[in-house]
């Protein structure tokens, strides 16, 4: 390795150059070599040889601006370098350097102005180290720092924030100050304590908050927070420990979020599902309440069922007593009269016999009546159907059988048009006082009269259908069909 000084001097200082000549040229981590005021390369070493790939030959005497980018010598920062080394003594720059084969490193240049015993300015001395990787590293995390920095910016519904070990901010967010109002220069280095209530501050809890995130690596939470304006807000809250290298507390993370909302919605939703259950229970109350009074009510209808059976049977077995002590008197009557007309059979006269006959006719009908009264009694125990019925013909029976009543009481009764209809006979049978108004009521200054007749309304139904229990005489009209007089 050669090397060119141009600096003059005696023999007595031949030693002591050669031997830092030595020194420069073993250096191969710098580039260490001499410029002239012009920049022009008057010496170089084995380091600024491994670094920049020419050798000696190639350039000594070569203007130092080759090795800066063509952007940075078109702006002129060569000579800027050189002219703020000679006004300031030296410069100290970093940036991209060019290598002979024209890939790029980044250096870590200092510049110093040289000069000799009598002050003369002779040049500069120039000292160059690749930090290339140390750039790299450099950058990375700077576009790390960067992109953090993005990303807790960005994050508008937390607030993320950093606490030294003693509880001081340190740094604050866009999120933070939506949520607790405060801007960055309000809070940088106040306590993290100005966010909780009185109370909170009053039993120490920020400091215990720390505390147990320093033993346990985190401390997590929610509670009541206060903003800015002295409102309050509901906070989930998670405090993590932060632990440099050497496993030294260097402060806290902590990341908070409004749950106000969520709270409150917690707060209804466990309010209604009381309001369900009071009213669950409420009802639960009212059934057995309604049970207990649809069991009251029920033993009183069994027991006045029971009643009415009991009174059912005993008048069952009056009418069955009645319809037999009635019936005997009734035999020796026909028997008689069937006498009287055997014996005087030829010598009655037209008006005796007449009278004979009514009143073998009239015991006929009075053994009817009490038979019906019998099955009428009876009718608990007879199947519920019904039959079809001429309605004409049993109002023409009605009227024969209260014939004389009708001649006494000087009524008109008049049968007209009758539907058909369906009953139970035995029940219709049984009923011989539902005789038409009319030829009950007594004869006033003139006669009754009455027509029994019968016309369907607009309601679609039929006197032939048993529900409908139509009724023909006017004074009891039952839908379906009405009586007109």
């Known amino acids: 390795m050669t090397t060119v000084s141009v600096i003059d001097e005696d023999a007595s200082n031949a030693a002591a150059n050669q031997h830092f000549s030595l020194l420069v040229n073993g250096v191969r981590e ?31 005497g070569e203007n130092f601006s080759r090795f800066f980018t063509q952007d940075d010598r078109d702006r002129g920062v060569p000579g800027r370098i050189l002219e703020s080394a000679r006004k300031h003594g030296e410069h100290r720059d970093a940036g991209w350097r060019v290598r002979k084969d024209g890939s790029r490193f980044w250096a870590d240049v200092l510049l110093t102005a040289i000069y000799d015993q009598e002050g003369t300015f002779k040049g500069f001395a120039k000292v160059t180290r690749d930090e290339t990787e140390k750039h790299e590293m450099q950058e990375r995390l700077r576009a790390s720092e960067e992109r953090f920095r993005l990303l807790v910016g960005g994050l508008k519904e937390h607030a993320l924030y950093m606490l030294d070990p003693g509880g001081h901010l340190q740094s604050w967010n866009e999120g933070a100050q939506r949520i607790k109002q405060y801007s960055e220069a309000e809070v940088l280095g106040r306590h993290f304590g100005m966010f909780f209530t009185p109370d909170d501050r009053a039993s120490n809890k920020p400091q215990r908050e720390l ?52 709270h409150q919605a917690n707060i209804d939703l466990q309010q209604a599902l009381d309001r369900t259950i009071e009213a669950e229970g409420l009802l639960r109350m009212q059934t057995r309440e309604l049970e207990n009074r649809v069991a009251e009510r029920t033993g009183l209808l069994s027991a006045q069922g029971d009643t009415l059976r009991i009174m059912n049977a005993e008048l069952e077995q009056f009418a069955y007593v009645a319809s037999h002590d009635l019936q005997e008197p009734l035999r020796m009557i026909t028997m008689h009269l069937d006498l009287l007309q055997l014996w005087n059979r030829g010598n009655l006269d037209e008006r005796s016999g007449e009278s004979i006959a009514l009143a073998l006719a009239g015991t006929l009908r009075m053994r009817t009546l009490i038979d019906s009264l019998l099955a009428y009694s009876r009718l608990d125990h007879i199947p519920k159907s019904f039959d079809p019925v001429d309605a004409g013909r049993a109002a023409g029976e009605a009227v024969e059988n209260i014939g004389k009543i ?10 007209g048009r009758l539907p058909p209809t369906a009953s139970n006979t035995i029940a219709a049978r049984s009923r011989p006082s539902k005789f038409p108004p009319a030829a009950r009521a007594r004869s006033g200054s003139s006669p009754s009269r009455t027509t029994a007749s019968a016309f369907p309304r607009n309601t679609g139904r039929n006197c032939s259908n048993p529900s409908a229990a139509c009724t023909i005489w006017r004074n009891s009209p039952v839908p379906g069909w009405a009586s007109r007089s």
């Open 406 to 415: 009708i001649a006494e009481r000087e009524a008109e009764v008049t049968i």
């Open 30 to 60: 710098y580039a260490i070599y001499m410029l002239d005021p012009q920049g022009r390369i008057l010496t170089w070493n084995a380091g600024g040889q491994r670094l920049k790939g020419y050798p000696p030959a190639e350039i000594i």
């Open 211 to 262: 505390d147990i995130a320093a033993k346990l690596g985190f401390f997590e939470e929610e509670g009541w927070r206060l903003r800015k304006d002295g409102t309050r807000f509901w906070a989930s809250v998670v405090v993590t420990a932060l632990l440099g290298a050497d496993g030294q507390l260097k402060g806290f993370a902590k990341v908070t979020r409004d749950e106000t909302k969520r």
